[in-house]
């Protein structure tokens, strides 16, 4: 279901209407891989949202690279503000001017390098790009901690591997959501959530691992008189920030990128940027040991907060943290919903050329009740959603494929199940991984488009995770809610002084005290149904491995 603003709030339209103007608020924006969300809400109650607006996006693939024009990053913020604000006179009758602290998220990982001019080096480079494998490797022996190939320092190495041209000039690297901060702040600052997803964090210090710095700075060194003019990788990176501390204010500069009407002023107080995965953790209560969420977008990972340090390397997980610092095991697949949605839109353009065109909520809605009297092993269909490359199933590239043998259930149901199960395939291959080095889990919750149709996706997740789901109603506004509300916990930390509760109970408390969660247990039938499908997955990894070796581009 899409969240109603209005259903959501438990002010009257005076009341809400005199919390704008009065700037009582704060504002989340979160730039998603396909979408970009603002989120308005009670600063005093964050559960109570007054606004939202959004503005579609693509990344595009240029000489081999995913990327976003950074021109797009502006007029999509421009947008979907002013779709906010609209939104915000449509219900209440006014046009936020100020709010009591705002937040900015996006996508973690990445590779956005500056110059001293602070001009930018090279396009954006994001997460989804899998160029950097020699690097990652590399880097993973010599931390003795998995460095995934879409973190920023992976990125960052790979450039001084390959000696591009570039690398000398860089004096900042950063991630989307510290860049925009930046450019409306002036602050280069990263909460720790996102900050881990650039370099190692030391959970006990929240901050970068020294030791591992020291150990990068040394073998950069290393690599010849090019790579050791770039300054030393503390000079590079943000400076790092938990969720409550202060991170600068809007300046003039940064109040004409965000709204060119000039209605908002210059001087509101923001809090530390953060990535996706730590606004999931916040929009899903999901910042304590045992506690975990899983989101699922253009990509779909699922991170857990742990009691206890891992006892090994594993290329399925990464170690990151909660925006408070907290260590994190994360599976992050870079292959989400993307592919499914890709289908619902041909089904979609055949019900037009037919003559009965239905929307897209309507499409979606067919295929997952079609899905929930299918056979448990989707019929023996396989379906695989990689449009990029995968690296926890050992791909460089993605091919999309949907596979079948001559005596499997070829029915619309089946199909739709399969298509769903695959959206969880990969997951489910590091989540068994997770499983195996005996890691407590005592709720897991999910966010994201997929389940806005009730029950459907919510219990093919239970299947493959052999564990209860909760689904509570921002499951759909997601991360741009999550950092709206930690915007708010840093108004209220900073109205008490810093004395604030910590994160978990001010969500406990504050956010989340009575809120609506809908819980779908595993079903035996689908957990046996999912298993033998993903045996099916694990084999067929083979034929994905062949596409990707025998078919290119056109």
Not at 82 to 101: C, K, M, N, S, Y
Not at 119 to 144: D, I, K, M, Q
Not at 409 to 414: N, Q, Y
């Amino acid at each position: 279901m899409t969240v109603d603003a209005s259903s959501r709030s438990s002010l009257s339209a005076r009341a809400a209407g005199r919390a704008i103007l009065d700037g009582r608020t704060a504002l989340g924006i979160e730039f998603g891989s396909t979408r970009i969300k603002a989120c308005l809400v009670d600063a005093d109650d964050p559960s109570t949202v007054l606004a939202v607006g959004g503005h579609e996006w693509e990344n595009q693939y240029r000489e081999r690279l995913w990327t976003y024009a950074l021109d797009d990053v502006w007029t999509g913020l421009q947008a979907a503000f002013a779709d906010l604000v609209a939104d915000a006179e449509r219900r209440h009758g006014v046009r936020p001017t100020t709010f009591g602290a705002i937040g900015v998220s996006a996508m973690m990982h990445g590779y956005l390098a500056f110059d001293e001019a602070g001009e930018l080096l090279v396009p954006f480079r994001t997460w989804r790009n899998t160029n950097t494998g020699p690097a990652a490797t590399e880097l993973t022996e010599l931390f003795g901690v998995n460095i995934p190939l879409r973190w920023s320092i992976a990125h960052l190495h790979q450039a001084v591997v390959d000696a591009e041209a570039h690398v000398p000039d860089v004096r900042f690297v950063t991630t989307l959501a510290g860049y925009v901060h930046w450019r409306l702040t002036g602050e280069k600052v990263l909460g720790v959530g996102d900050a881990s997803g650039m370099f190692p964090i030391d959970s006990a210090n929240r901050d970068y691992d020294a030791d591992l710095v020291a150990r990068y700075d040394a073998l950069r060194q290393a690599q010849g008189p090019v790579a050791g003019r770039v300054p030393a990788l503390v000079e590079l990176l943000p400076r790092v920030l938990v969720a409550g501390e202060a991170a600068g204010s809007l300046t003039a500069e940064g109040a004409a990128l965000l709204d060119p009407s000039g209605n908002v002023a210059a001087g509101i107080p923001f809090c530390p940027p953060e990535g996706d995965a730590g606004t999931g953790m916040v929009a899903t209560n999901a910042v304590a040991p045992r506690t975990g969420n899983v989101s699922a977008g253009t990509s779909i990972f699922a991170m857990v907060v742990l009691e206890r340090p891992l006892q090994s390397v594993h290329h399925e997980l990464d170690l990151v943290t909660t925006p408070s610092g907290d260590a994190v095991a994360m599976v992050h697949c870079n292959n989400g919903a993307s592919e499914l949605g890709a289908w619902a839109g041909l089904f979609g353009r055949f019900a037009a050329a037919a003559g009965v065109p239905v929307d897209n909520d309507a499409v979606f809605d067919v295929l997952f009740r079609e899905a929930l009297d299918a056979e448990a092993d989707a019929g023996g269909l396989l379906a695989y959603n990689h449009l990029a490359g995968e690296p926890i199933a050992g791909l460089d590239e993605g091919r999309p494929l949907f596979v079948r043998t001559p005596d499997s259930a070829f029915t619309l149901g089946s199909f739709a199940r399969a298509q769903l199960y695959g959206v969880f395939g990969t997951l489910a291959l590091g989540m068994r991984v997770l499983d195996a080095e005996g890691v407590g889990l005592d709720r897991m919750f999910a966010h994201g488009g997929l389940f806005r149709t009730a029950g459907v996706a919510q219990r093919f997740l239970a299947a493959a995770l052999d564990a209860p789901v909760a689904v509570g109603d921002t499951a759909s506004e997601g991360g741009a809610w999550g950092i709206a509300v930690l915007a708010a916990y840093a108004r209220a930390v900073g109205d008490a002084g810093g004395a604030a509760s910590r994160l978990s109970e001010y969500l406990d408390q504050t956010v989340f005290a009575g809120a609506a969660v809908d819980v779908a247990d595993p079903e035996p039938a689908d957990v046996a149904g999912f298993a033998a499908y993903l045996d099916r997955y694990r084999a067929g990894l083979a034929v994905e491995a062949a596409a990707v070796t025998a078919l290119t581009g056109r």
